[in-house]
């Protein structure tokens, strides 16, 4: 199963950006990258999806390098309301199956 | 349009009794999931269902838990007995397809405290 590393936790202020970067040293080749956004009493909200290459939509960006061991979720001009924690996750198919493994994901804490 | 619906949102009960929580998916969605959170652990994929049909499960963690599916709209999972160490928060979630393009939708969860 393709296991995912992302920093436990981040700091930044309102209108900075903010990159999280999730190494996956063993994705498979049918694998996506998928980014979900968790707030407190509340189940988690997906963001971005990519394969490869770079992906952009109103709430971010996701760049992915050629070998795919590792992408980057880009949060433009955050807000404090952009304080929750962030999963990055890899679909992972296995034989005949379907598996998505959430690791301990990225706690930013947004500071005025 | 509805999301993921769950319930109840919260549930407190005593050792030994039965839970059962409730989960509707949403509407068009072949694949359903159960999720179990807690802070040691982190977020836990217990089982998930194709068209009504559980696939995997293997991250139930033992007999006391049971998931059921009895149609396209309507799932439960329960545990009988309970314990405390199921306390958690159990989230349900649905997505389109099982393909891995495919983002799953989740529910706000039930909070389980089994006291």
């Known amino acids: 199963l393709a296991k995912t590393t992302q920093p436990i936790s981040m700091d930044s202020y309102e209108g900075q950006e903010v990159n999280i970067t999730c190494s996956h040293n063993?994705?498979?080749?049918?694998?996506?990258i998928t980014w979900y956004q968790q707030f407190p009493s509340q189940g988690p909200r997906f963001i971005i999806q990519?394969?490869?290459?770079?992906v952009t939509n109103e709430v971010a960006s996701l760049f992915i390098p050629a070998d795919r061991k590792s992408s980057t979720l880009s949060l433009p001009r955050v807000s404090l309301s952009d304080t929750a924690v962030y999963y990055c996750?890899?679909?992972?198919w296995g034989t005949g199956g379907f598996k998505t493994i959430f690791g301990a994901g990225t706690r930013l804490f947004v500071k005025a | 349009d509805a999301g993921v619906i769950q319930s109840p949102r919260h549930e407190v009960t005593e050792m030994g009794q039965e839970v059962t929580l409730r989960c509707k998916p949403i509407?068009?969605?072949?694949?359903l999931f159960w999720y179990r959170q807690t802070m040691m652990r982190g977020l836990e994929l217990l089982i998930y269902?194709?068209?009504?049909?559980?696939?995997?499960d293997s991250g139930m963690p033992e007999d006391r838990f049971s998931a059921k599916m009895p149609n396209a709209s309507f799932s439960t999972l329960k545990i009988q007995p309970s314990e405390p160490r199921d306390s958690a928060v159990y989230f349900c979630?649905?997505?389109?397809?099982?393909?891995?393009?495919?983002?799953?939708?989740f529910g706000d969860g039930t909070r389980l405290s089994i006291l």
């Open positions: 979630a649905s997505s389109l397809t099982g393909l891995g393009n495919q983002p799953q939708h």
């Open positions: 509407s068009g969605h072949d694949y």
């Open positions: 269902f194709n068209n009504n049909v559980p696939i995997d």
């Open positions: 063993n994705i498979a080749t049918n694998d996506y």
């Open positions: 990519g394969y490869k290459t770079k």
């Open positions: 996750l890899v679909g992972d």
